[in-house]
């Protein structure tokens, strides 16, 4: 059974499950600070290990970003993304201003995008939004 842990995400657990699905190397100073700057993070776990995580990172009152989520190749396709982005999700909505829109954004993987459509996010570029951009410093 899934539990999930809210604000508890560890650097090395952070750092294990990013490598868990071959994401770009950071250093250890880089976790740290990035999970010191999220304002919410969820961690998933199986009898105690760690097979998933997500984190919030915005400024809480007019956008918010689904940042690093990540489940482990061996946990895909079996609802634990899921479940994490669900409470991402409503963390973002309990914490929003009353009466106020926020927006939510994200950066999906290459072939992720079905599965946050579920989620009602919607994929860019459309006819009223321009595609998203990155740049690498």
Known sequence: MIELKENQLDVDTYLELRKSVNWKKITKLQAEKALSASLFTVCAYEDGKPVGMGRIVGDGVIIDYVQDLVVRPDFQLGGVGGKILERLISFVKDTKIDG???MLCLMCA???EEFYKKFDF???P????GPGMIQYL
């Open 100 to 102: 106020t829109e926020i």
């Open 110 to 112: 290459k072939g992720r």
């Open 122 to 124: 919607i994929a860019r």
């Open 126 to 129: 459309t006819e009223e939004l």
